[in-house]
Each structure stands twice: as C-alpha cells, then as structure tokens.
C-alpha cells in the first residue's frame, strides 16, 4: 500500500487498484542543498501554491 496523488490513477497497470482514503490528508514536503536561482523560484512557487493546491483533486 501506499499513498499517490489522484492523478497516480491514469497509471495502469494488471491487478493494480486504487482506492481512495476518506478524509485523509498529509504535508508535502521539499529539501534541497543549496540554493540556486531555479531553486529560489521553486520554492516560491510551491509556497505560493501551499495553501490552496488539492493534490488529491482529480486532474
């Protein structure tokens, strides 16, 4: 068992089965080692997008 965004359901494959947990919700989590220009605008992206993104949403 493990835990997959929603999107995860367009990958088949035989005897696979996706079963969606009820209320369930965790963090996401980023880390890096150094910062670069590229790692700056990342982080600023997914801090922008933190608190309104459903990564469980289908899509």
Do not use: C, K, N, Y
């Not at 835990?3 to 494959?13: E, G, I, K, P, W």
């Not at 089965?17 to 880390?31: E, H, L, S, Y």
């Amino acid at each position: 068992m493990t835990r997959l965004a929603a999107s995860a359901r367009t990958l088949r494959d035989t005897g696979v089965v996706f079963v969606p947990i009820a209320g369930d919700t965790t963090d996401t989590v980023a880390a890096w080692r150094t910062a670069q220009p590229a790692t700056e605008r990342l982080v600023a992206l997914l801090a922008e997008m933190a608190g309104h993104t459903d990564l469980t949403a289908a899509g």
